[in-house]
């Protein structure tokens, strides 16, 4: 793996961490699951509760259309009280008609759970085929990230990484952003706020909206480098002809080797292509999660 492959996945990937393995991913998922669950039942099932609630059925969870399946894991894990096989895993595709998952157990827990679990693996699968999508569209160009526009959080990240995207920072403590805000409140002193941040995080990145103040940060990080801290540049809201006219000054200036890059503002399937050809690292897009659609499963009782 290149260099800078290297680091632009140590920068913007987190998905080593979306595991149930790993215990604080564990906690969230079990918490917004009780919490999802709990409001659909209500005071309870009223209606599962006029059939003998130990008595044992099958179900098949089968997909509807075609997309990449993701919430395997997470589904494994809140339903760890029956009895689960899958024919499918994460990240494969699945055609409409394919039967995902069989389950059996109690008719009480198998029904009560129908809609939320199918919610999640719905939402999941959902982000990790539009995720796939843009990532073939982009062709290797550049990696598709996701942002924090998220409804469900980690979650959402972990399907985006499913899907064969970066997760982009899972929380605030990851990482250093200092976006225009910060940089108000600084009197949007560029190298002010780099400074102030070197030391602070491995990871640093400031948001710039032109081709200046790209080379005015990318001046400063040469500078600050010391070897612990790696930075990136995010070229927020800017068209992809100014995109290409920065990092084409930044390597002209002996600039670029020092800093990543990402993408980012009212990016689309429509102009992907464009941004993914601009040089860029990355191209994060907020809509993959912020307005994803979701993938048509079904539970069928056998």
């Known amino acids: 793996m290149l260099r800078r492959e290297r680091l632009v996945l140590e920068f913007w990937d987190r998905s080593r961490e979306l595991t149930v393995r790993n215990s604080q991913y564990r906690i969230f998922v079990n918490e917004l699951f009780s919490l999802l669950r709990n409001q659909d039942l209500g005071k309870g099932d009223l209606t599962t509760s006029t ?35 899958s024919m499918k895993n994460d990240g494969d595709n699945v055609k409409k008609g394919d039967t995902l998952i069989q389950i059996n157990g109690p ?31 982009a062709k290797g160009k550049a990696h598709i990230v996701a942002t924090r526009k998220t409804l469900w959080g980690l979650v959402d990240k972990k399907a985006v990484s499913v899907g064969g995207g970066l997760t ?9 952003i200092i976006k225009d805000n910060h940089l108000k409140i600084l ?8 400074r102030f941040a070197k030391n602070k995080s491995r990871y640093i ?20 480098k010391n070897g612990k801290s790696l ?13 290409r006219e920065a990092i084409k000054e930044l390597k002209n200036q002996n600039l670029y ?18 941004y993914a050809n601009s040089g860029v690292d ?21």
């Open 51 to 85: 059939i003998k609630s130990n008595k044992k059925i099958s179900a098949v969870i089968i997909a509807k259309e075609n997309g990449i399946f993701a919430g395997l894991e997470e589904f494994k894990f809140l339903n760890r009280d029956l009895k689960i096989k």
């Open 282 to 302: 990355v191209v994060s897009m907020g809509f993959i999660t912020n307005s994803a659609n979701v993938l048509n499963l079904s539970q069928e009782i056998l």
């Open 205 to 224: 990145e400031i948001e710039i909206e032109n081709a200046n103040d790209a080379l005015t940060a990318a001046r400063t990080i040469k500078k600050l």
């Open 231 to 243: 930075f990136a540049v995010m070229f927020d809201n800017m068209s992809p002809k100014s995109i």
């Open 107 to 137: 008719v009480n827990k198998i029904l009560e759970r129908e809609r939320t679990s199918l919610n999640l693996l719905q939402r999941m699968s959902g982000i990790a085929t539009t995720t796939n999508e843009l990532v073939r569209k």
């Open 187 to 194: 009197n949007f002193n560029i190298e002010n706020a780099l």
């Open 257 to 274: 080797e020092h800093i990543l890059l990402e993408a980012s503002g009212n990016i689309n399937k429509n102009n992907l292509i464009e």
């Open 168 to 176: 982009h920072r899972l929380n605030l403590s990851d990482g250093i």
